[in-house]
């Protein structure tokens, strides 16, 4: 999943309709991998061509950070083609993620994030708080066009937003995790709002 986030802004840019095949295969699967963990594998496994699923996809560690990269991707491919197909035929697996997300997106205590390999695994990372607070916003815009409800993902984005400003400042810029004055962040998860849902 990290991998296809990481491309995403170019499928955007290039041709959105790339985007949403690949997120197909991997929207399938994560019916099998997720229903009973509310949140997103990371693989469909390791033995390609076959999607037999990693064990490791599976662990709990960067549950958020997984299931940000594909709801921001997801909700970047409806914007970008009108098409909601993929949530309509999903409803249920979003919502699920949706949830997942507005119970751990303001403070996601210890979970590893791509910037783990560097910083190993701090307590509420700033940056990826700010990746699971943005994908809110986007999928509460979905519920509506679907004639579902989505004000309880409306309403807590901005005040989450509001939240992680105050927790998240550091003596210049934003900490690497809340609390962490004298540390920073270059915070590029913002790059997402910009280029998938204000263009």
Known sequence: MEEIYA???????ENPEILRLVLLPNTRWQRLASTSTGY???DLGDTYPKTSG??????RPKALEFSGDMMIAT???IKATGNTAIISENADLSENWCEYLKLNALYPRQQTTTDGVMTGV???NT?????????LKAYANIPSNLGQDGPAY?????NYAFQW?????????????????????MCYNLFVDKWSFKR
């Not at 990693?54 to 662990?59: D, E, H, Q, Y």
């Not at 940056?127 to 994908?135: C, Q, S, V």
Request: aromatic share 10%; proline share 5%.
């Open 54 to 59: 990693s064990s490791s996809s599976l662990l």
């Open 7 to 13: 491309s995403s802004s170019f499928w955007i840019y």
């Open 154 to 158: 409306s309403n807590a984005a901005p």
């Open 165 to 185: 400003q105050s927790v998240a400042e550091a003596s210049v810029g934003f900490a690497a995790s809340y609390g962490e004055s004298g540390s920073w962040s």
């Open 122 to 124: 701090p307590s509420n």
């Open 40 to 42: 997103i594998a990371g």
């Open 127 to 135: 940056n990826l708080a700010l990746k699971e607070i943005i994908p």
């Open 75 to 77: 909700a970047a491919v």
